[in-house]
């Protein structure tokens, strides 16, 4: 039977975070005072009475995939037959329902459970890649699987500091939008990290049921992390095209500024339950801050590995200035209205 690890402290999303959970993730050590105390304990009160506030359209065996409840200015989250964990201002208290399934509940922490934490709090969180571009942050946006985690790889190997491979918190500072650094891991595909790294076989499982493997980064298998939070300068969504049928193009475009915002909410981390909790409004606004420096973008390119050269260098072109750029891009560089 596992039992809780000792307490160690981590920097991560912007917030010093204290723990007794056994993550097998590389993270970043820290010292100082908490932000968040997570807390692996025994039990938890029940489940409180009356219907969630949101359920998940998606099931495991057969149910919700998650639950949530607010009570008394707390939030729980019940992911059955895996943990239950009750959020509040400082700490978080997790239950673990089945130890079996702890990589699950470890991905589960980094990412829902601490997203839902941080929009509690006002942060916006995004489901994307970023990195650092001459001390700016870019952010790559789209579905699972169609590409960010790829193009983010492709930069970092080339040197470009990750900002994070799958949840980006966003602090507001004198109206600065700063991204903020999530941790020194990537999750990646097999074939990823053999066209990038060489092999794979021996990076760690993220559970056992998939083969997508945890990588390290900054410790001399992968580029470098980026020691700080970065300004935004650009929010893209990705759009890979065959190249057989439409061509080996390069394209970066604006979108404008009301469509915008709709994308930003459909790849933010926790859109519905955000919606479901009455946080949409406020979430709304902030999109609308964020965008006036950081405008989104459509990104075009061919889809494989062979062309991710050509996208990195078309980013860096973009990179230096609005008039500047590779001469393979489309001549459209104007800012969304």
Known sequence: MLTPSLYHTYQLFGI??????????????????????????????????????????????????????????????????????????????????????????????????LAAWLEQRGVLTLHASAVTLNGQGLAFLSQSGNGKTGLCLALVHAG????????????????????????????IHPDEAQYFLGAYEHFQRVNPRIEKRLVPVGTGDLGSFAPAPAPMRGLFILQRRDPAQL?????????????AAVELVRHSFTARLAAALG????????????????????????????????????????????KTGDPSLKKNRAEPT
């Open 16 to 113: 010093t975070l204290v723990s007794n959970f056994p993550f097998t993730y590389h993270l970043q050590a820290a010292s100082g005072p908490a932000d968040l105390t997570l807390d692996w304990v025994a039990d938890l009160p029940a489940s409180p009475d009356g219907d969630p506030v949101f359920t998940s359209s998606l099931l495991v065996r057969g149910e919700p995939m998650l639950r949530a409840w607010q009570q008394e200015g707390c939030l729980r989250l019940l992911f059955p037959h895996q943990a239950d964990f009750l959020l509040q201002a400082e700490r978080i208290f997790c239950q673990i329902l089945d130890e079996n399934e702890l990589p699950v509940i470890e991905t589960n922490i980094l990412a829902a459970v």
């Open 160 to 187: 470009h500091p990750m900002l994070s491979d799958d949840i980006l918190p966003l602090m507001e500072q004198n109206s600065v939008f700063y991204g903020q650094p999530a941790f020194p891991t990537m999750r």
């Open 247 to 259: 061509g080996e193009e390069i394209e970066i475009k604006p979108f404008p500024r009301a469509q």
């Open 279 to 322: 946080w949409q409004a406020r979430r709304l606004d902030a999109f609308a801050r964020l965008l006036r420096q950081a405008p989104v973008y459509q990104l075009s390119y061919p889809s494989g590995f062979d062309h991710l050269t050509r996208v990195r260098a078309a980013l860096e072109a973009w990179c230096e200035g609005p």
